[in-house]
């Protein structure tokens, strides 16, 4: 609980500024929800209300740009701030999970699943990551061109497949992606829309929606219907729901609960991850130094595969990893509804407005970061980063609601990287990194780059 949004009287602070842009860009600045908010903090400062239309339409929404803004959003309680926003709304279209609850059903389902996402947990079931990408190093040809977005998502599906549902996905995997990011899109391009038709009208959409939901839930059935045929098998999460009752009536989770919680593991695991790996080698394949740093440190280990217990020795890949977060955060914007009236950094905000948290904003702050634009991982060694405020860094969110997977995450990611820069170097050929949003932050197209492999 924070001081500000908690227990302040709202009525005793000034409501926020309205963003006095004109309407087209207020609009762009939602819908493009990354860059926007930087433009409408630098126009109407870190805390800021926008009206696109009548609010029985579109609902009044405040950008928050500010540390103690996301703080006092983030960290709020859920009597005052709930996962009530449209976005959260639409995408129960994916199913009820940890992701979209709102409170009451969630405190009980995250409860539950903490303890399997603990650090000492989650360490039993990360060591995939290594074998899986030394198999994509050995598979791309010296010399040759590759994707690395495309080949980064291919390796983190194999390795959510194999690590916490218990299955080879194998040539799967290259084809899941494709239906993972049509089923984010449709339900966030709903949530932007002023006026939604009814989600069961047969539309084209819709029906492209439903198609690509039907391939996912068949990898979830297969694991599924695998662990009940053999309950030994090395299938952590699936387990752990299996064996999850509910609190309040002590009785196990239906098997739509179950496969509802599978499928975000599913989506957001990998999608996640193989963002920030495909950003990481991108930015070093334009900075040799800072790779063969990564190289380096990787290669001291010794000639064998990396295990988790070698993550504390790979310190500057850490750093690399982090950066990559800050320049390109899984969540662009983090979103929450205000059940009441609540006070963010000083302003007072009605109940029933939409708070966006504006990570990507905060994150290329010149106020908050030197020289923001820069890749430098250096900004994340020990010395430099005492002292900086916890709240200007969200890459997984922050409070009671952040991301239940960040330790497996970035265990992934950092032994991925070390894996891949030990064995290849890369070299970039794009000198921009373009974004897309179908709902956290992605490529938006191809990532070229050339690979050779070290001697």
């Known amino acids: 609980m924070t001081a ?9 602070h000034p409501l926020a500024p309205w963003v006095t842009l004109p309407w087209l860009q207020r609009l762009r600045a939602v819908t493009a929800y990354h860059t926007g908010a930087e433009r409408i903090r630098d126009v109407s400062g870190p805390v800021a209300l926008i009206k696109l239309g009548p609010r029985r339409i579109t609902p009044v929404a405040a950008m928050v740009t500010s540390p103690q803004g996301a703080r006092d959003v983030l960290a709020g309680t859920d009597a005052a701030i709930d996962k009530e926003m449209i976005v959260h709304v639409e995408s129960r279209l994916h199913g009820d999970n940890v992701f979209n609850m709102a409170h009451e059903q969630w405190l009980p389902r995250r409860r539950a699943l903490q303890p ?11 060591g995939h990551m290594a074998g899986a990408a030394e198999e994509l190093a050995a598979s791309w040809a010296s010399g040759r061109q590759v994707d690395l977005d495309q080949d980064c998502r291919t390796l983190t599906l194999r390795v959510i497949g194999r690590s ?12 899941l992606g494709p239906h993972i990011t049509r089923i984010l899109l449709y339900p966030s391009r709903r949530a932007l829309r002023p006026v939604r038709v009814p989600a069961a009208l047969p539309t084209p959409a819709r029906w492209r929606f439903r198609k690509s939901m039907a391939v996912i839930h068949q990898v979830v059935e297969e694991a599924l219907t695998a662990f009940r045929a053999d309950p030994s098998r090395d299938a952590p999460l699936v387990r752990r729901l299996v064996q999850t009752t509910d609190p309040a ?16 593991f599913l989506v957001a695991g990998h999608d996640t991850t193989a963002t920030t790996l495909t950003y990481a080698l991108w930015a ?10 990564v190289a380096a440190e990787a290669s001291a280990l010794g000639p064998r595969m990396l295990t988790v217990d070698d993550v504390p020795h790979l310190s500057y890949t850490v750093q690399v990893i982090h950066e990559a977060l800050r320049l390109c955060p899984p969540a662009a914007a983090i979103g929450r509804l205000a059940m009441t009236d609540i006070v963010v950094d000083g302003f007072r905000i009605p109940a029933g407005t939409n708070l966006i948290v504006g990570t990507y904003a905060l994150h290329r702050d010149p106020a908050l970061w030197d020289d923001p634009q820069r890749f430098d991982p250096d900004r994340f060694a020990a010395h430099r980063s005492k002292g900086r405020n916890r709240w200007q860094y969200l890459p997984f969110g922050a409070g009671p609601r952040s991301c239940i997977g960040d330790h497996f995450a970035m265990l992934e990611a950092t032994l991925g990287l070390a894996t891949l820069v030990r064995a290849v170097e890369i070299c970039s050929i794009d000198d921009e990194f373009p974004l897309a ?19």
């Open 437 to 455: 949003l179908p709902f956290t932050m992605t490529a938006g197209g191809p990532i070229p780059a050339t690979v050779h492999h070290r001697a």
């Open 116 to 126: 399997l996402f603990t650090k000492q947990h989650v360490a039993t079931f990360s």
């Open 249 to 264: 009536t002590g009785q196990p989770l239906t098997d739509k609960a179950i496969r509802d919680e599978l499928i975000t």
């Open 4 to 12: 500000t949004a908690q227990v302040a009287d709202p009525q005793a």
């Open 284 to 293: 070093l394949g334009h900075h040799t130094q800072m790779q063969d740093r």
């Open 164 to 175: 916490i549902f218990g299955l080879e996905l194998g040539e799967r995997a290259g084809q």
